[in-house]
């Protein structure tokens, strides 16, 4: 019986150690096939590494984009920086300005002075019925927009209104030499216009500038006479106001220009400028002719000088 037992016992070693080498060696593949699937399983349960949600939470993802996870050293880094910088710019802001920052618009107030015919009048002409009067200083508003193409180029169209006095003398040998015409005649002199006018600006600082400007349209030239009408209230009285008694006016066409200085004064990325300006203006009023005499006033000339703010 020993005998026998010691002649299987090699055999019996030979298989125990056959089965511990094939046990160990399956166990050291399952473990490295473990550590190795990007889904990593174990005992049933899944689990996700951290590079899986770091891809979920990146911001493509979140957006719609593609959510595969781009390596650290930022060779597939995302092309949507963080607010608005470094990367493509939506073509809907093409740059920091505002759409609108191209609109333009102004307004301005000043005086105005006759230059030319109309500061002389001729008295044979006013014997002969031919009314060209006088011009003395005046009073002008502007207001207009347009477009700023460049921030040295625009276009504006333009709206001014220029009232101007007659002097006494005139008004007084009118008078003399009419008739029955009451005492105490006066009157006034209102041009209006609608203008297209380019301006080009020409800075020589950040802040501050030159520019000129120009332009031409249509013209409409209304002169009046008025006499002191009695009105009266029960309660105060009669008092004398003027209340217009002829008129005659025309419509033509005209043009400006001149130029002016500038100052930014909310800053020099702004374009907000205060302004003060000079312009010549020419309006092509008919003259006074023998068939004609009433109603002629002649061409017009005068200077206004208009201190404003411009957008």
């Known amino acids: 019986m020993v005998a026998n037992c010691d002649r299987n016992s090699p055999l019996l070693r030979r298989m125990l150690i056959a089965a ?97 015919s109309d500061t002389s009048y001729s008295t044979t002409s006013l014997d002969n019925g031919d009314l060209s009067p006088d011009e003395g200083f005046g009073y002008g508003l502007t207001v207009g927009g ?75 030239k209304v002169t009046n006479f008025t006499e002191p009408v009695d009105e009266c209230d029960p309660y105060y009285g009669c008092i004398a106001v003027p209340e217009t008694v002829d008129h005659f006016s025309s419509n033509q066409g005209g043009f400006n220009g001149g130029g002016g200085f500038y100052h930014k004064v909310f800053g020099e990325d702004s374009n907000g400028k205060f302004f003060a300006e000079v312009r010549y203006v020419w309006v092509n009023s008919p003259g006074p002719s023998s068939s004609n005499s009433f109603q002629g006033s002649g061409t017009e000339a005068l200077i206004p000088v208009t201190f404003g703010i411009r957008f």
């Open 146 to 220: 347009g477009w700023n193409f460049t921030k040295r180029f625009g276009a504006l169209l333009e709206y001014q209104f220029l009232r101007q006095g007659i002097p006494s003398a005139y008004l007084n040998a009118l008078e003399a030499g009419s008739s029955g015409a009451a005492s105490g005649l006066g009157g006034n002199i209102n041009t209006w216009s609608l203008t297209v006018d380019p301006i080009v600006y020409l800075p020589f600082s950040r802040k501050s500038g030159v520019y000129v400007t120009g332009g031409g349209g249509f013209y409409r």
């Open 20 to 116: 511990s080498v094939f046990a160990i060696g399956f166990s050291l593949n399952a473990a490295a096939q473990a550590t190795s699937s990007p889904d990593g399983s174990a005992n049933g349960q899944t689990y996700s590494s951290s590079a899986d949600y770091r891809a979920y939470f990146s911001t493509d993802a979140l957006l719609g984009g593609s959510s595969s996870f781009e390596p650290a050293d930022g060779a597939g880094a995302s092309a949507s920086p963080q607010y608005g910088g470094g990367g493509r710019r939506s073509s809907s802001y093409p740059s920091y300005e505002s759409r609108f920052s191209h609109i333009a618009f102004e307004g301005g107030f000043g005086f105005s002075i006759p230059v030319g």
